[in-house]
T-cell receptor, first 113, second 114 residues
Framework: AQSVSQHNHHVILSEAASLELGCNYS??????LFWYVQYPGQHLQLLLK??????LVKGIKGFEAEFIKSKFSFNLRKPSVQWSDTAEYFC???????????FGKGTSLLVTP | DTGVSQDPRHKITKRGQNVTFRCDPI?????LYWYRQTLGQGPEFLTY????????KSRLLSDRFSAERPKGSFSTLEIQRTEQGDSAMYLC????????????FGPGTRLLVL
């Protein structure tokens, strides 16, 4: 069965610390990969996406993610987090054979001052 | 640029009642999706439309659920004979066919069934 795994459910970091959130998927075939973010009290917003080409993609607010096909991974990174990055982060995978997105359970990030 | 809007934002109902939610997609987006999100989980796909045609339904969409998109613009999701297990956030998303197709989400309707 197709699945998306986010290994870290809760992460607490101090400001200026580096961030890496893991995302692994099990899919056959070509995939499209997304990271969405949900800030407190707000709706899901697109952070970045990968369809093809350079496996290192850059998104908004200094976030980036790397697609490693051999590891079925799409980890999210940020070199230095800010308090305003406190949010829920969701990895999502879509396939070219369908249009529904399959989401991970999310990672709750708390950045302390 | 107007995003996806959903109405109502919150709904409290008693078990057994029917409820209907509305979603207005981003203008000119021809695909519209419904997802459900429960506490501690990511959104789960329910169904999607391309224009007015409902093209895919998840096994999560029981017979008590029905969705429509009559003119290919706004969509409604109705839940009949609500159960406590229906309590969740119902999310709508829309996208434009082609290229790097990306789904944009609305604020959701939070349903509480008492």
């Amino acid at each position: 069965a197709q699945s998306v795994s986010q290994h870290n459910h809760h992460v607490i970091l101090s400001e200026a610390a580096s961030l890496e959130l893991g995302c692994n998927y099990s899919y056959g075939g070509t995939v499209n990969l997304f990271w969405y973010v949900q800030y407190p009290g707000q709706h899901l917003q697109l952070l970045l996406k990968y369809f093809s080409g350079d496996p290192l993609v850059k998104g908004i607010k200094g976030f980036e993610a790397e697609f490693i096909k051999s590891k079925f991974s799409f980890n999210l990174r940020k070199p230095s987090v800010q308090w305003s990055d406190t949010a829920e982060y969701f990895c999502a995978v879509g396939s070219n054979s369908g249009y529904a997105l399959n989401f991970g359970k999310g990672t709750s990030l708390l950045v302390t001052p | 640029d107007t995003g996806v809007s959903q109405d109502p934002r919150h709904k409290i109902t008693k078990r057994g009642q029917n409820v209907t939610f509305r979603c207005d997609p981003i203008s000119e987006h021809n695909r519209l999706y419904w997802y459900r999100q429960t506490l501690g989980q990511g959104p789960e796909f329910l169904t999607y439309f391309q224009n007015e045609a409902q093209l895919e339904k998840s096994r999560l969409l029981s017979d008590r659920f029905s969705a429509e998109r009559p003119k290919g613009s706004f969509s409604t999701l109705e839940i009949q004979r609500t159960e406590q297990g229906d309590s969740a956030m119902y999310l709508c998303a829309s996208s434009l066919v082609g290229g790097e197709e990306t789904q944009y989400f609305g604020p959701g309707t939070r349903l509480l069934v008492l």
